[in-house]
């Protein structure tokens, strides 16, 4: 008798359909409910506030780059200067102090620029673009380490690159001190961002620059840059429109943009930063 109810036991569960196993849980930024729990990075818009310069001397470049650098000629050689409104790529397009905007609907970020009215889209937990068109901005991809957005580009435009001097406050309109030097990278590059709240109102971005055809080891950009958080109206996003190819500066004691000679503004940003 015992043997028989076993026996119809094991055929009556052999009889059920399976029990669908537990999914696994979504990575974070894939519904709307998860912009709750992800950092606050999207309330009003972060300006920069960090210092103007790195350290051109702390850059490792290979021999190639470090000739490159020598024959290198400010203004002439800097692809977008006075020339049709071209706008820098990265990372220089996100450090010339004008604000950044931060939105999100699931599985994308979105960054708004506004000094150049260009906006990134970072794919959250995807992959990169298995053929992808070579942009100023690359092709971005990210997830969340705790509560640090880590991003990761690649496939970047081969006029737009950087080597040093990567500025952290802006001057005002495409003013770039003669030490910047833009140059040939190679077809692997990668540029790594770590993004995170420091409080409630600053926010820091990591920058972490990979090109052995450029640098003798990952180029770590210093210092990190911070952004101080505008609320309410001095939050909202603004409209930028590029109208002329001079070069100008930002006076701030005349609260109007002037044309100079961008080795007059790196002397006088210069003493400034030595008070």
């Known amino acids: ?33 998860d ?14 506030v960090t210092t103007f310069l790195d350290n ?9 780059a470090k000739e490159h650098v020598k024959n290198f000629k400010p203004i002439k050689d800097i692809p977008f200067a006075g020339k049709d409104c071209k706008t820098p790529g990265m990372p220089i397009i996100q450090r010339l102090g004008s604000p950044l905007k931060f939105f999100y609907e699931p599985g994308l970020i979105a960054i708004y620029i506004e000094n150049s009215s260009m906006t990134r889209f970072i794919k959250l937990n995807g992959k990169h673009a298995e053929r992808p068109n070579p942009s100023y901005l690359g092709d971005s991809i990210g997830h969340f380490e705790g509560d640090t957005l880590v991003v990761e580009s690649t ?26 030097t833009f140059g040939p990278h190679g077809p692997d590059m990668k540029m790594v961002e770590r993004i995170r709240l ?13 090109d052995d ?15 101080k958080r505008n609320r309410g109206a001095e939050g909202l996003p603004h409209e930028w429109v590029c109208s002329s190819g001079d070069i100008f500066a ?20 210069k003493k400034e930063e030595t008070k």
């Open 1 to 33: 008798m015992m043997k028989r109810k076993f026996l119809l036991a094991v055929a009556l569960c052999s009889a059920m359909p399976a029990l669908p196993s537990v999914a696994a849980a979504d990575p974070l930024g894939s519904t709307w409910a």
């Open 155 to 180: 496939a970047f435009g081969d006029t737009l690159f950087q080597y040093s001097t990567l500025p952290g406050q802006g001057t005002g309109r495409f003013v770039l001190p003669p030490e910047v």
């Open 56 to 64: 051109p001397n702390d850059v490792p470049l290979t021999p190639k």
């Open 35 to 48: 912009v709750t729990k992800l950092p606050d990075f999207f309330t009003g818009n972060w300006q920069s």
């Open 198 to 210: 420091i409080d409630p109102d600053t926010l820091e971005i990591q920058l972490t620059i990979y």
């Open 250 to 269: 930002f006076d701030p004691d005349k609260d109007e943009t002037v044309e100079e000679d961008p080795a007059v503004v790196l002397e006088r940003l």
């Open 213 to 227: 055809t450029v640098f003798t080891k990952p180029y770590v950009s210093k210092p990190i840059q911070i952004f």
